[in-house]
């Protein structure tokens, strides 16, 4: 099951949370190839394998949209510091997280 998450952090929080993010995809995505070393023999193991997998892909997917998501909403706010008369920031930046429970 997916779940998102919303919170509230200061932004210069924002860079180390995508960093943490992007470690965790990039954990996911090895641990995930690792799981396709799987013979040809059961159709069914195979099946159930590559479909457990295409799911977790696309959790990764979601979390890296979020990243880009996240990296906007940090280079806009750090934009609208430098030109505060087009400020209406309070220098905070929301992260809406997807998160899978069978992880």
Request: charged share 30%; net charge negative; hydrophobic share 35%.
């Amino acid at each position: 099951m997916k779940v998102k998450v919303a919170y509230t952090l200061g932004i210069e929080e924002v860079p180390a949370l995508i960093e943490d993010i992007i470690s965790d995809c990039r954990k996911s995505l090895v641990d995930q190839s690792e799981r396709l070393r799987i013979p040809i023999h059961s159709h069914e193991k195979i099946y159930e394998t590559i479909n457990q997998v295409r799911k977790k892909m696309a959790l990764v997917d979601s979390k890296l949209e979020d990243c880009v998501s996240l990296a906007d909403g940090y280079f806009n706010a750090i934009s609208e510091q430098t030109n505060p008369a087009v400020s209406t920031s309070n220098d905070e930046v929301s992260y809406i997280s997807q998160d899978d429970t069978d992880e």
